[in-house]
């Protein structure tokens, strides 16, 4: 099993719609997890963070961490054509030498 | 003012070449990355540095060589390249091991024919 697994895609959405994007992950003991996004032919952006369980919000963006299931979750709102793009989930490995383990991505398309 | 860069963006090369993809970053950062993201995007890492410092190596072939002259550039040596090795090489920073905020590059697109 992977350290990471993300719901395969892609998926394509009207803009405006509420967009929920899901990964899961194997080992209880992952504290932080993080969303990437990447636009076509760019390299991955920070997007989110979060620590341990819970939601974080930022804009029209949520992250949602459930660690009794060990799922973590990007919420979208309003979603608009400039979320097109890639989603990363990752978390670090654990250890002073940390090293991100990410799931395999989903494209998400929002047509206009 | 670009904070990580590559370079080349392209690369396209027989089988068998040696080729360098090299990889600066501004920011002051200790730590930088190598990572591979294949046709599924898939993105795996390769190598971390700390401080010139080699800390992950990722079961990677020996044909692949980091060298890291100084904290700000990560260079990659591949050497006898193989259609395997056709992907995106990322390279990205980080203020140190920490994990908080990697920064990437805009990624170097690598084609062996």
């Known amino acids: 099993q992977k350290e990471v697994e993300q719901d395969p895609g892609p998926l394509s959405v009207p803009e405006g719609a509420i967009v929920s994007l899901n990964c899961t992950y194997s080992n209880s003991a992952f504290q932080y997890f993080m969303w990437y996004r990447q636009y076509s032919r760019k390299g991955p952006e920070l997007l989110m963070y979060t620590y341990s369980s819970g939601n974080k919000e930022d804009g029209r963006f949520t992250a949602q961490v459930d660690k009794s299931s060990k799922y973590i979750s990007l919420f979208i709102r309003d979603s608009q054509p400039s979320d097109s793009a890639t989603y990363l989930c990752a978390t670090p490995m654990g250890g002073a030498n940390s090293k991100l383990t990410f799931g395999k991505g989903i494209t998400l398309s929002v047509r206009p | 003012d670009t904070a990580v860069s590559q370079t080349p963006k392209y690369l396209v090369t027989q089988m068998g070449n040696d080729k360098s993809i090299k990889c600066e970053q501004n920011?002051?950062?200790?730590?930088m990355y190598w990572y591979k993201q294949d046709s599924k995007k898939f993105l795996k890492i390769m190598f971390s540095?700390?401080?010139?410092?080699?800390?992950i190596n990722e079961t990677v072939p020996n044909r692949f060589s980091p060298k890291s002259p100084d904290k700000a550039h990560l260079n990659l040596h591949i050497n006898s390249l193989e259609l395997g090795d056709s992907a995106v090489y990322f390279c990205a920073s980080s203020q140190d091991l920490r994990f908080e905020t990697q920064y990437f590059g805009p990624g170097t697109r690598l084609l062996v024919l």
């Open positions: 920011l002051g950062h200790d730590t």
């Open positions: 540095y700390n401080n010139k410092e080699l800390i």
